[in-house]
T-cell receptor
Framework: NAGVMQNPRHLVRRRGQEARLRCSPMKGHSHVYWYRQLPEEGLKFMVYLQKENIIDESGMPKERFSAEFPKEGPSILRIQQVVRGDSAAYFC?????????????FGPGTRLTVT | ELKVEQNPLFLSMQEGKNYTIYCNYSTTSDRLYWYRQDPGKSLESLFVLLSNGAVKQEGRLMASLDTKARLSTLHITAAVHDLSATYFCAVVPRTGNQFYFGTGTSLTVIP
């Protein structure tokens, strides 16, 4: 059973470009969470999605950031018009269900560098 | 705002010594997690603590949870170099489902 997969693992974008980060949850998992980790810091929650629904986006910046988890295909975190401050590691995690599931399984992360 | 604080933030210890990392949090919760992260890597789950008084041990690491004090500890016994990593605790509040991570403790074990 493959774990949570993220791609790309490393992404370099110039200021003003768009970044698209993909996350494929573990097989059988229908809940996806995105976190951002700035250098030397812990992970900060961004958004929680189920298939075709955003459940909680309280940690998501109001502008330039969006997330989706379509019926088919991976979850995508999109950052428009990237700025240097967006440089970070972005992790996604998945679980079998919401509150009833005690474990979130983390992917390897995408390291975004904005030049 | 929910706070999860770890201390110390940095810990340098000699092989063979014991030490404890503390995780304090500011919300009502009965779900606490400990993770290990190596540089440039993802998070590896170490312990899941789901009730007051829960204690779990794996090798040289032992984690405990006191929900009344809103405190979890990660105790390291007879440290070895392979334990060098950053350790995070994470809390899930009773209302809600997202993980709130601590600031992390960077552990270096010196041979």
């Amino acid at each position: 059973n493959a774990g949570v997969m993220q791609n790309p693992r490393h992404l370099v974008r110039r200021r003003g470009q768009e970044a698209r980060l993909r996350c494929s949850p573990m097989k059988g998992h229908s809940h996806v969470y995105w976190y951002r980790q700035l250098p030397e810091e812990g992970l900060k929650f961004m958004v929680y999605l189920q298939k075709e629904n955003i459940i909680d986006e309280s940690g998501m910046p109001k502008e330039r950031f969006s997330a989706e988890f379509p019926k088919e295909g991976p979850s995508i975190l999109r950052i428009q018009q990237v700025v240097r401050g967006d440089s970070a590691a972005y992790f996604c995690a998945s679980s079998t269900s919401g509150r009833e599931s005690y474990e979130q399984y983390f992917g390897p992360g995408t390291r975004l560098t904005v030049t | 705002e929910l706070k999860v604080e770890q201390n110390p933030l940095f810990l340098s210890m000699q092989e063979g010594k014991n030490y404890t990392i503390y995780c304090n949090y500011s919300t009502t919760s009965d779900r606490l997690y400990w993770y290990r992260q190596d540089p440039g890597k993802s998070l590896e789950s170490l312990f899941v603590l789901l009730s007051n008084g829960a204690v779990k041990q794996e090798g040289r690491l032992m984690a405990s949870l006191d929900t009344k004090a809103r405190l979890s500890t990660l105790h390291i016994t007879a440290a070895v170099h392979d334990l060098s990593a950053t350790y995070f605790c994470a809390v899930v509040p009773r209302t809600g489902n997202q993980f709130y991570f601590g600031t992390g403790t960077s552990l270096t074990v010196i041979p």
